[in-house]
């Protein structure tokens, strides 16, 4: 993870440098083309008088050509210099390829690796495979030290972790439409999946593939047959079908002019909503003999359509039906990539420090790691008094006068089988708080 993190800190600092580079050289071309302009002026100014060359002219000329000179020597001159940081981020991007290769590549029974790495020494030796490797495996101590960042104990065993794990990848792959392969995983794992569990992947990719195709019959079928559903999620879905398919025929040219507007009496249910968006589209036809491509009308046959109908597509199907628009994998992967350098660092504080205590409870962390609000996915509270976050043992507590704490906090408050409230001056039975679920 150091390794990554080292060329992602060179890939920055080349960047920054394109950056200021670019703005350099753009802000001194720029006064260079002014400073140019001046001159070539002056000496227009003269030749049309009819006057001969001045001293002082001359000498403004010569300073020119040097100045020119100088510009393009300072900027060859940085641009040498981008060019070797380029470099090191190539020799740091080989030195994590070649311990990628180290550990993946070759098991370590079988082969030894000596030399130095840094000098570009490197030999490989076959060995048999009773015989000890002279180094150990670096494929080993990278998965050590993943794997030794979360204990065993959040597992309830073995087996259940590896049949999540396939789950997850099952999921992925049907959410990805590649039916085969979750098949054929199924199979080899006797990992046995319902066909309910398959039937809405099924159906979303048989579908998503048809508007790929831009064929928009089998999403429209869906639509209108979910449409009360889809209304209730306040929905767009069916009404930009029907205007994409609105926008087709205009498209076809005038021969599709009636057929345009009888297809354009399936807004009349969505008038109240889209009014605009229709008003738009009915007076596009106007425009239809000349052609909407050089109309104000134009931008209705922008292939972006599809893209943005392929994703409301998604996005309101997976919410229909109960499932994420992005598969549970593909999630934890990203989370991970974010999170694991933090643990990681985190545990060799710990280890350092002694304090395994620390980090005791299976489903928390001893630290608040930021994901971005893209993994925002449910409502967090922090206790007031205790500045914590509830979890399923420490849950938020409505008392009876309104206000929420945790209920380690209405623990800590109580006093004589009484419990004042710390916000208000109400005195209430502790039993009578209520557990709250966000």
């Not at 960047?15 to 001046?38: A, D, I, P």
């Not at 319902?194 to 999403?219: S, T, V």
């Not at 993994?375 to 008392?399: E, G, M």
């Amino acid at each position: 993870m150091e390794q990554c993190a080292s060329v992602e800190r060179e890939v920055d600092k080349v960047l920054q440098k394109f950056l200021t580079y670019g703005q350099h050289c753009e802000q001194s071309l720029e006064e260079l083309l002014h400073y140019v302009g001046q001159l070539r002026a002056e000496l227009a100014n003269a030749a049309l008088q009819g006057t001969p060359l001045s001293a002082t002219l001359s000498l403004v000329m010569s300073q020119c050509c040097r100045k020119i000179k100088d510009t393009v020597q300072k900027l060859a001159s940085d641009h040498k210099d981008i060019h070797s940081s380029v470099s090191r981020v190539g020799k740091a991007i080989d030195r994590v390829s070649l311990r990628a290769s180290l550990g993946w590549g070759w098991g370590c029974p079988g082969a030894s690796v000596s030399g130095s790495v840094g000098g570009g020494k490197v030999s490989v030796s076959s060995t048999d495979a009773e015989s000890p490797s002279p180094v150990s495996c670096p494929r080993q101590n990278f998965d050590s030290e993943i794997c030794g960042v979360v204990s065993d104990a959040v597992w309830d065993s073995r087996e259940k972790q590896q049949q999540i794990l396939q789950m997850a990848i099952v999921e992925h792959l049907y959410q990805q439409g590649m039916l085969s392969v979750a098949e054929e995983l199924c199979q080899e794992s006797t990992l046995n999946v319902d066909l309910d569990f398959k039937q809405p992947f099924l159906e979303l990719n048989r579908i998503l593939e048809a508007l790929h195709e831009q064929d928009l019959g089998p999403a429209l079928e869906w639509a209108i047959s979910h449409r009360q559903r889809l209304l209730e999620l306040n929905s767009s879905l069916e009404f930009k079908l029907h205007r994409l398919h609105f926008i087709r025929l205009l498209a076809s040219g005038p021969e599709k002019q009636l057929e345009a507007l009888s297809y354009a009496r399936h807004f009349q249910p969505f008038a109240r909503l889209h009014q605009r968006e229709i008003q738009v589209m009915m007076g596009s036809l106007v425009y239809l003999r000349l052609g909407l491509e050089k109309s104000p009308y134009c931008h209705l046959l922008d292939n972006s359509h599809w893209a943005e109908i392929c994703e409301t597509f998604t996005r309101d199907a997976c919410s229909l039906l109960g499932l994420s628009v992005e598969s549970p994998l593909s999630v934890s992967f990203a989370s991970g990539c974010v999170a694991l350098p933090v643990l990681m660092n985190i545990k060799a504080v710990i280890e350092q420090r002694q304090c395994t205590g620390v980090w005791s409870h299976k489903d928390e962390l001893p630290i608040e790691i930021e994901l971005g609000m893209k993994c925002w996915y449910h409502s967090v509270f922090a206790c007031p008094i205790l500045r914590q976050q509830t979890s399923d043992s420490n849950p938020p507590i409505k008392l009876i006068c309104g206000h929420v704490i945790s209920r380690d906090a209405l623990n800590k408050l109580i006093n004589g089988g009484k419990l004042k409230c710390p916000y208000c001056p109400m005195e209430q039975n502790p039993a009578d708080g209520k557990r709250i679920i966000f």
